[in-house]
């Protein structure tokens, strides 16, 4: 997507099948995600706030932190790969934060 910011961050995720909720924790703050899913698989759209879409080697972006969302039921191989900001690391890159955590556990 052209016209988003750079992401700091990215979740990969196989074979998860979410409850619906809205985002929290360590990421909480980014107002908007990205979403796409890999694999061979059927099934498994992504429901944002009640309407399905398709994410299968479609990326859509969608505010995680605001929206509730889920995953719908699928068969066979599912990925899913989400990039995200946490509140905090605004125009931070993500080599700097893995160069961080590098230096940190090596102190």
Known sequence: MPTREP???IAINRNAQFRPHT????????????????GDYIGGDLVVEGV????????????????RHWTMPFQGERCSLVWFTPRGFEGVRGIDLF??????QHQ
Do not use: C, H, M, P
């Not at 398709?54 to 995680?64: M, V």
């Not at 160069?99 to 940190?104: A, G, P, Q, S």
């Open 7 to 9: 992401s700091s961050t």
């Open 52 to 67: 399905r879409k398709d994410i299968r080697y479609q990326a859509i972006e969608f505010n995680g932190w605001t929206q």
């Open 99 to 104: 160069l961080n955590v590098e230096r940190k």
């Open 23 to 38: 985002d929290s924790g360590a990421g909480s703050g980014q107002s908007t995600s990205l979403i796409v899913g890999l």
